[in-house]
């Protein structure tokens, strides 16, 4: 009904909204009190304008249109697929490594049906989770024994609150790290109820320094991998075997954190050497922590390998309970690390080790083929060209550019300098499927090496607004 004298009466009821025709898909996509919510809220804008102007007239396609979009954007989910073209092969802002379609498939196998999570087929008895990964661990790092947590700050404060709880610790002063995210070991240290015991200096320790420092306070030795930074010119530490000797004529375990842990040797691919899991071990370790989704391509997680008293001891630790990772984890672990028992087919199916082996060459005659598609879309905005460049590993690699690779070059055109710049950056972020480069000298960067998927790269460009 209008009431002529009353502009509010103009503008339609929910129930007859919910009657238009283009309301029924909405309401089956997303549920009846989702779409009246909605509705309600395009009506109350709606009201908002005509108080401030009675002789608004509403349009009721726009208002359909209104509200799609807003259920649209609403349903939306806020963790989404982008592209990494910064450079960075194991971003950990942009999730670190991604999975091999084996490691994926393992996981939607379990996700949505029971699994012997914790049950033992053979016997019909319980199970222990850990026991899905622990003899592939076994058999590719020759540890005695092995167990998992959520990631490797986990496995290091759950070492150091099971071994070491109101002891000392002995640590060189130059490897007392700070991984981006605030991890740093001191606050670790203290956290887990341990006293670090700093030994040396920042740029030389000696095993003297290691060997002045034990006392009847002292719990461990530890060794922390300086994954994310060098110590250059004048230094000195200590070999893994004289520490391990050392703490074991005091009957102490020798401990590692080795941050990345590779499983394989990376030199043999023409990468940079990481140090091993299994090298820590043979050297006399009694210990060793690694992530999961560092150089070793899978899930999040922290791997500890080591002898079985002590993973028996972490094991009893309530605190493991509180950390453990979960089905979709063990998964993935489980599928990741089976594929290292095809090392020759491993650069091709574990996706970290596909980007970080990819030629300049390829690279380069990628960006040859989408360089007339980017050109073209941006033709009033900007020169598009292909240059040389070199990507980074990441994720506790040393933070150099190591791996020659291309890059597109975008430089906008004519004045407007950082501004347009930074919309175009802004534009290339708001596409279905983010791009993300790296801004440096005036110009928007791709690194295209984590480009894999360019037809979907290519036809997204049409939706982008610059
Ligand atoms: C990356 C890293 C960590 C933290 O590992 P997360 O898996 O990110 O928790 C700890 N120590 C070292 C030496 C590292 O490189």
């Known amino acids: 009904m209008t009431d002529p004298a009353n502009p509010f009466s103009r503008l339609p009821s929910v129930d007859s909204l919910l009657a238009q025709p283009e309301m029924i898909g909405l309401k089956q996509r997303y549920g009846h009190s989702a779409v009246v919510a909605c509705l309600r809220f395009e009506l109350a804008k709606l009201r908002e304008a005509l108080s401030i102007q009675p002789s608004f007239e509403y349009d009721l396609g726009k208002l359909i249109q209104d509200c799609r979009q807003h259920l649209a954007a609403q349903f939306k989910p806020s963790l989404q697929p982008v592209f990494n073209l910064t450079g960075t092969v194991l971003h950990t802002n942009l999730g670190r490594a991604l999975l091999a379609e084996e490691a994926v498939q393992a996981v939607l196998a379990v996700l949505a049906s029971p699994c012997n999570l914790e049950y033992d087929l053979a016997s019909a008895g319980r199970g222990d989770r850990d026991d899905h990964i622990v003899g592939l661990i076994r058999e590719l790092t020759g540890a005695e024994a092995a167990t998992v947590v959520n990631n ?108 990345s842990g590779t499983l394989i040797d990376l030199s043999t691919y023409g990468l940079p050497k990481e140090p091993t899991p299994q090298q820590a071990l043979a050297l006399g370790t009694d210990l060793v922590s690694f992530s999961g989704d560092k150089l070793l391509g899978g899930p999040q997680a922290g791997i500890l390998v080591g002898s079985k008293a002590l993973i028996g001891k972490l094991k009893r630790n309530p605190l493991k309970r509180a950390l453990r990772v979960d089905k979709l984890t063990l998964a993935a672990l489980e599928a990741t690390l089976s594929l290292y028992r095809s090392p020759e087919l491993l650069a091709r199916q574990l996706p970290t080790l596909r980007l970080l082996t990819r030629t300049q060459e390829d690279i380069q005659g990628l960006a040859q083929r989408i360089l007339p598609a980017v050109q073209s879309t941006l033709n009033d905005h900007a020169v598009v060209s292909v240059a040389p460049c070199r990507s980074q590993i990441g994720s506790g690699s040393l933070p150099v ?32 499927i983010p791009v993300i480069g790296r801004l440096e000298d005036g110009a928007l960067r791709f690194d295209l090496r984590c480009l894999e998927d360019e037809t979907t790269f290519v036809d997204q460009l049409k939706a982008l607004n610059p």
């Open 152 to 259: 490797n700050a986990a496995a290091v404060f759950l070492l150091l609150n099971t071994l070491a709880m109101r002891k000392e610790v002995i640590v060189s002063r130059g490897e007392l790290i700070e991984i981006g995210g605030a991890f740093r070991i001191p606050d670790i240290m203290s956290r887990a109820g341990a006293k670090l015991r700093e030994v040396g200096t920042t740029n030389r320790t000696h095993l003297k320094d290691y060997a002045e420092a034990i006392s009847p306070r002292t719990a461990l030795i530890m060794k922390v991998h300086r994954s994310n930074y060098a110590i250059e010119g004048f230094t000195a530490s200590v070999a893994e075997e004289k520490l391990a000797e050392l703490a074991h004529e005091k009957a102490l375990p020798f401990v590692e954190d080795l941050g």
């Open 401 to 432: 550019d190591l791996l020659p690779s291309a890059c597109l070059v975008i430089a906008p055109k004519g004045k407007g300098g950082g501004k347009s710049l930074n919309r175009l950056a802004n534009a290339f972020r708001e596409l279905p």
